[in-house]
């Protein structure tokens, strides 16, 4: 079974510039995560959207950051403009959407903001 | 609001040494709890789960017990290996949404 496909793998931009980044979920999945996490820090919730719809964004910075779910499936998230603060992995997650089903991450993005 | 506290770290073990790394959580109701670890270099990846009350969660040797009455879902291994070198996440989820990780617990062992 393929996993959770996120691009790119690394990133460096300069701050005010702008930057996105694709996640492909697991096929079937409903709900689908973006995590922001900072090095040495646990996962940071987003934006959590279920199939199309979203669900919780109750996190997500929207002056600068916006994410979008076309068609259900794949996912970008945005940043712009980019702060320093931004560096962070940003990690894609999926899941069957129900009590108890286990989240499957991709391999994160790494960004860095110089 | 919902939060999940773990035991801070860095944790360092000799090889064949016990392991405990306590997790707490504050959430209403009933909800899932698991154990996500990240192997260096690697993505995060689910190590055990446990989804009502009193239900043990258990993989590779680890093991972890949903404790309603003291809000705890703490990890246990009886033998750590220097493969199990990793950080350890705990997190939650009150209904099949907003899955929410502890800070991390980085453990070292040595041989």
């Known amino acids: 079974e393929a996993g959770v496909a996120q691009s790119p793998r690394y990133k460096i931009i300069e701050k005010r510039q702008s930057v996105a980044f694709w996640c492909n979920p697991i096929s079937g999945h409903a709900t689908l995560y973006w995590y922001q996490q900072i090095l040495g820090q646990g996962p940071k919730l987003l934006i959590q959207f279920q199939n199309n719809g979203v669900v919780d964004d109750s996190q997500l910075p929207k002056d600068r950051f916006s994410a979008e779910r076309l068609k259900g499936v794949d996912s970008t998230l945005k940043i712009q403009p980019a702060k320093l603060e931004d560096s962070a992995v940003y990690l894609c997650?999926?899941?069957?959407?129900?009590?108890?089903?286990?989240?499957?991450f991709g391999q994160g993005t790494r960004l860095t903001v110089v | 609001g919902n939060s999940v506290t773990q035991m801070e770290g860095p944790v360092t073990l000799s090889e064949e040494a016990f392991l405990t790394i306590n997790c707490t959580y504050t959430a209403t109701g009933y909800p899932s709890l698991f154990w996500y670890v990240q192997y260096p270099g690697e993505g995060l990846q689910l190590l055990l789960k446990a989804t009502k009350a009193d239900d043990k969660g258990s993989n590779k040797g680890f093991e972890a017990t949903y404790r309603k009455e003291t809000t705890s879902f703490h990890l246990e291994k009886g033998s750590v290996q220097v493969s199990d070198s990793a950080v350890y996440f705990c997190?939650?989820?009150?209904?099949?949404?907003?899955?929410?990780f502890g800070e991390g617990t980085q453990l070292t062992v040595n041989p």
């Open positions: 997190a939650y989820t009150p209904d099949g949404s907003r899955l929410t």
């Open positions: 997650a999926s899941s069957l959407g129900h009590q108890g089903s286990e989240a499957f």
